[in-house]
């Protein structure tokens, strides 16, 4: 199964694509999306449109994105999630499932604990998948959001699978939690 990763991000966003055959990952392309220095449409446009090349060119099965985090600056939050939407609307224009990870589950799945650098994701990305060099930050991110996927989309569909059971039985989910 092929899965794409996107790191959003107003002028660079980033993504990466593997391919998961059991637990064997493999990697296919990385890079970034770098928008022209011009108004606010024209960048969340060339997102847009370069998600969209990239479905084209690797026709993954399923996408995940990194959420957005809160910033001091409440203007560079706003700019940031208006750059994921416009890669969440490109990637479901595409026919893609979308999850969504935070850099937290990102740096859990890839490096092992949370407050992992930049560098250590770079690192462990390069390792987990065999590469010669170490990928720029970016790219880094998003396949590392690919990565976390890959490990946590087998334990989703398990849960998926065994929700109607769950709920005959009269289990539910409660601020992410199963109760009884």
Known sequence: ???IGIDPG????GFGVIE???????????????TPNADLPQRLGTIFDGIAVLLGQHTPMQAAIEKVFVNVNPQSTLLLGQARG?????????????YEYTALQLKK???GHGRASKEQVQ???????????LPGTDA???LGVAICHAHSGSALNTLGGLAPALTQKGYRMRRGRLVG
């Open 123 to 133: 690192q462990m990305v390069a390792r987990l998948l065999r590469l010669n060099s």
């Open 109 to 111: 799945a890839v490096v």
């Open 140 to 142: 880094a991110d998003a």
């Open 10 to 13: 107003l002028r660079v966003t």
């Open 86 to 98: 416009a890669a969440i609307c490109a990637l479901v224009a595409g026919g893609m499932p979308v």
């Open 20 to 34: 998961q055959n059991g637990q064997h990952l493999s990697y296919l392309a990385s890079g970034v999306i770098k």
């Open 1 to 3: 199964m092929k899965i």
